[in-house]
């Protein structure tokens, strides 16, 4: 099980905001079979199998060209655990438990 963050940031839009190129993003995330996700004020978290993860975050990367946007630029952190399984909410709680 994969823990992937991902940012989709459309360059050169008519408005400094993108929440709605966000929202529009997260709309793939809601439809996506298999995975777990997490919006956060900088990115957004997803859980699954790591070539399904992928699959999702390309549709995500092209969401804003499909919107008329130039260029996008998306990046993507991978953490790919495979001596045991773990999840965003096992990551988060492993921290809390040394506090």
Same mark, same amino acid.
């Given at each position: 099980?994969? =823990?992937?963050?991902?940012?989709? *940031? &459309? #360059? !050169? %839009?008519?408005? &400094?905001?993108?929440?709605?190129? $966000?929202?529009?993003? /997260?709309? =793939? /995330?809601?439809?996506? +079979? ?10 957004? #978290? ?6 399904? $993860? /992928? ?6 990367? +092209? =969401? &804003?060209?499909?919107?008329? *946007?130039?260029? *996008?630029? %998306?990046?993507?952190? #991978? ?10 909410? !096992? @990551? *988060?709680?492993?921290?809390?438990? @040394?506090?």
């Amino acid at each position: 099980m994969a =823990v992937v963050e991902v940012s989709v *940031v &459309p #360059i !050169g %839009t008519s408005t &400094p905001g993108l929440s709605a190129y $966000v929202a529009d993003c /997260l709309k =793939v /995330l809601q439809q996506a +079979e298999g995975i777990k996700y997490e919006l956060t004020s900088m990115g957004t #978290i997803i859980e699954g199998e790591l070539d399904r $993860v /992928l699959d999702v975050v390309r549709q995500m990367h +092209e =969401v &804003p060209f499909a919107g008329g *946007v130039s260029r *996008v630029v %998306t990046t993507v952190k #991978i953490d790919d655990r495979r001596d045991k399984a773990h999840t965003m909410a !096992g @990551k *988060v709680s492993a921290v809390k438990s @040394k506090l």
